[in-house]
């Protein structure tokens, strides 16, 4: 895909890789039957995400199931499973006839030695022969050098170049444990597009500090041309960057267009929570219930009057309406635009 046409930085297509059925399943508390899988996949179909990260083939027969169901359907995103750098994952992403696979191999140290209790060798020839295999088997292969923030630079290149020379389609690096900040992002993903301007790059950030949406938009800034994201921001631990912080910034701060229909946002962040039984948060960005309600007089005053006073975001571009609240710092103006929106005409 290469490098950025455009003069603010960002790539001219930006792929929008949803990983609300992999890692976003990986919230602890959550198990998706492979029937919600696909129901949650046709809607981020309409939504219009480019690659859904269905699971991780196998895993599970159940969740071999789902990827299944979710290939049947013909949805128009690409649909991928997750895989270690493994005959056996690689055979079970075939077996599930998913499109891609997203192949994670460690390349921090202290994940080569002490999780896999393998040699920095080891894990380039491991690269090599597994993407190789995929590729082999008709897969795109999107490799994900794991914990690749935390890795020795020179290394990561290594590993990196390793998948390319056999035939990588994309590269997606792992901020594992969500431990960069945007300016070491913008530096991590400017060093790469250069060692590698051809190739498709992606960010797969964490959101242990709150800095996952700020991190995935500096990488997108430096050149990346594809972001990992779930919906509500779900994920291990703290979560992964939210589709729709990072897609309604991307558009509304930066004049970045990617493939979301925004409108459809609102619904799509209800069924996910209503399917994986995990509430959103009142005061989160854009899908919290208070995200377009307003409290205080002085503010439902001016909002009367025009509603980019205290309005970032339009509610109607991500399916929401405005709604005033009759609470304690309520004004007489918010009472009675409020009673005029149930029918009522105070005098
Ligand atoms: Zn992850």
Redesign the pocket.
Known sequence: MALSNRSNGFAEKILIFDTTLR?GEQTPGVSLTPEKKLQIAMQLDKLGVDIIEAGFAAASQGEMEAISLISKENLRAEICSFARGVKKDIDAVVKSGADSVFLVIPSSDLHIQRKLKKTRNEILEMTAKSVRYAKDAGLTVELGPEDATRADMEFLKEMITKGISEDADRVTP?D?VGILTPEKTYKFYSELREAFPEITLGA?C?DDFGMAVANSIAALKAGADEVHVTMNGL??RAG?AALEEVVVSLKLLYGVETSIKTESLYDTSLLVSRLTGIPVQPNKAIVGENAFVHESGIHTHAILSEPSTYEPIPPEIVGRTRRLAAGKHAGSRGIKAALEEMGLHPS
């Open positions: 890692d792992c594992t797969h964490h994920g291990e992964n």
